[in-house]
């Protein structure tokens, strides 16, 4: 074996093996990384960090300390300079707090400050990753994680390893459980999926025909917790892949990652006759309640927009308002699947306000189209009108309010392609892909965590990481100092549980602190449990939690308002109420605790009794009354 250098300056080596097989020459390559000492046969790679090797023996070894020490990417500056310090630390903090850094560990990678901080990154920066090491060097995070190493060597080569299967599956299922165990156990679930624009020429990359767009692509999928709207899955297909035949696909997966879903929340690009089949058992007994919206040109709902077309918004009984939308809906029992033998519901509306939007359009388009009187007219006849197939019966009224939960899986989108680094895709490896939409959904994934924790406090979470950002600390050669937190900051701080220090040790490049403990609890939770522990702290009697809504029996100002003036005016007779007066007894009650006062006294002296002594003194002083009145 011997020594090969990868580039005429000879900054990066390779440990090289040549021997022939079947006459053909063949190499075998162990990549070392950056040469740190030629001589001693000193490298550095973001694998081992800085080792030692001797191609005579093929050995790894350990490198002389002071080297180590000189190649330290971060070290202690001899002089004070600002860093930015809100963003990195509350993120930081709240990964450690939510538990989400101990799902985020069991990634199996040498450099645990690369992954830490390379998470950070993705989720705080919107720089390309070329940029990641300037970022570093500028923000607290290379106090917190002083190892990492992001040059674009080191980050290319870490994404790659994030992409392998193995690491991919290993933060899924512990994730699934970190979810399922400490957050909520809700199996109901929303699938949607969205396309990654990818120039690329790799197999995930395909040219694809997404509602009437020809884009070259990538398809993500999201699977989405219905109650909570955590993501619970994802996977990325190639662009040309049909929605529609990953339905099955994506319901093993969950079943093999232990989610055994309850209900499903699918769109329309999911719905077909054998996609229909899987909810239901071979009895056509619905076994997974569903909710999907229906195609256009569906035999069944172009029956019912038939014989329901002229009526639907004519009678009182169909009207229906969602959000201060007023809709007419109207339902009906039809036969879905294969063989058209499974039960479902299906349900026509009519919005007239969109139905107004979409003539408008219609009429433009006809316009620019040229469009013929015949193909306006049947365009006319479908708009505003919109159909949904349900596996249970929902009344009219509550068959929005449970589709429209699929909004949950639209913000997940848009934290994935806003708030982290998901988008633009510009990795020229399929392993980099995959170990940049891992980083991506572990960040998507801790941004729904914040903003759920956020929400918990009426709070929106909008532009606060940003915000964050903008408190600075000074760094000293012993310390940093934290600039005071303004008012946003203060309160963001609180609703996520987290005290902003005034000051943090450094030890040997290094902040030194302990990090906030592991609270793997619901927001909701999480306050109930802290006012608990400080009424204990305070020897305060817990506040017994009151029930949501008015107590019974009891009304509002304006209906004691309403009752008082009727009763001044003779209109009506006061009304005492059904039953006993509060606090009375029925004669046999009061009998029967005379009865067991007799019979038991109890403790004490019952009152109005005296004592011996007071019964002697009283019947002394009566006696010397007496003899004096005698003696007068």
């Not at 079947?22 to 000492?37: A, E, M, S, T, W």
């Amino acid at each position: 074996m011997y020594i090969n250098y990868t580039d005429p300056t000879k900054t990066y080596a390779v440990a090289c093996t040549s021997k022939r097989v079947n006459g053909n020459p063949r190499h075998d390559y162990i990549y070392l990384g950056k040469v740190i000492d030629k001589e001693r046969g000193i490298y550095q790679n973001a694998e081992r960090g800085v080792f030692t090797f001797n191609p005579k023996t093929r050995e790894f070894g350990a490198a002389p300390s002071d080297v180590v020490e000189q190649q330290q990417i971060a070290s202690t500056p001899d002089h004070s300079y600002s860093l930015c310090f809100g963003g990195s630390y509350l993120v930081n903090e709240f990964l450690y707090k939510c538990g989400l850094m101990d799902v985020i560990d069991k990634i199996e990678y040498s450099n645990k400050d690369t992954l830490h901080t390379m998470v950070l990154y993705y989720i705080l920066a919107t720089m390309a990753n070329s940029y990641a090491d300037e970022w570093y060097r500028h923000d607290i995070v290379n106090l917190l994680y002083p190892r990492a190493n992001l040059s674009s060597e080191t980050i290319s080569y870490f994404l790659q390893r994030l992409g392998s299967t193995e690491q991919d599956f290993l933060f899924r299922e512990e994730y699934i459980d970190f979810v399922l165990k400490h957050y909520d156990k809700d199996k109901n679930i929303l699938i949607d999926s969205t396309g990654l624009p990818n120039s690329e020429h790799l197999y995930l990359t395909r040219t694809n025909v997404h509602n009437g767009k020809v884009s070259v692509e990538s398809r993500l999928f999201f699977v989405v917790q219905r109650k909570t709207g955590l993501p619970l899955y994802y996977s990325v297909m190639p662009g040309n892949v049909v929605d529609v035949s990953t339905l099955d696909f994506t319901l093993q997966n969950l079943e093999a990652l232990g989610v055994s879903v309850d209900s499903c929340l699918i769109d329309a690009g999911f719905n077909s006759a054998d996609n229909l089949d899987l909810f239901y058992t071979e009895d056509h007994q619905c076994r997974i309640d569903y909710i999907t919206r229906v195609k256009s040109n569906d035999r069944e709902l172009s029956a019912m927009i038939r014989d329901n077309l002229a009526t639907i918004d004519e009678d009182k009984a169909n009207f229906v308002n969602f959000h201060d939308r007023y809709l007419f809906i109207v339902k009906k029992e039809i036969r879905v699947g294969s063989h058209k033998d499974n039960p479902a519901w299906l349900y026509l509306g009519y919005d007239r306000d969109h139905a107004s939007e979409e003539l408008h359009s219609l009429h433009k388009r006809a316009r620019k189209k040229k469009l013929t009187d015949e193909e306006i007219f049947v365009a006319m006849k479908s708009e505003g009108l919109f159909g949904v197939i349900s596996g249970r019966k929902y009344e009219c009224e509550e068959i929005l309010p449970a589709y429209y939960q699929r909004q949950s899986v639209e913000q997940i989108f848009d934290f994935a392609k806003n708030y982290t680094k998901m988008l633009p895709l510009a990795t020229q490896n399929e392993n980099a892909l995959r170990g940049h939409l891992l980083l991506s959904y572990i960040a998507c994934c801790t941004v729904k965590l914040i903003q759920l924790q956020l929400k918990a406090d009426q709070m929106l979470m909008g532009s606060r990481l940003s915000c964050m950002s903008l408190q600075h600390c000074i760094v000293y050669k012993s310390r940093i100092v934290i600039e005071p937190a303004d008012a946003l900051a203060n309160e963001t701080y609180t609703a996520c549980g987290i005290k902003c220090p005034t000051s943090i040790p450094i030890v040997e490049g290094h902040l030194q602190y302990e990090h906030a403990g592991s609270l793997t609890l619901p927001p909701e939770k999480q306050r109930k449990t802290a006012e608990k522990k400080d009424q204990k702290d305070q020897g305060a009697e817990p506040r017994v939690p009151r029930k949501r809504g008015r107590p019974k029996g009891s009304k509002n100002k304006k209906t004691l308002e309403r009752e008082a003036a009727m009763v001044a005016a003779g209109t009506v007779k006061p009304h005492r109420g059904p039953g006993r007066p509060k606090g009375s007894k029925n004669k046999k009650t009061m009998e029967r605790e005379a009865a067991a006062a007799q019979m038991h006294r109890g403790p004490g002296r019952p009152k109005g009794s005296k004592n011996k002594k007071t019964l002697e003194r009283e019947a002394a002083a009566r006696a010397a009354q007496h003899q004096s009145g005698t003696d007068a």
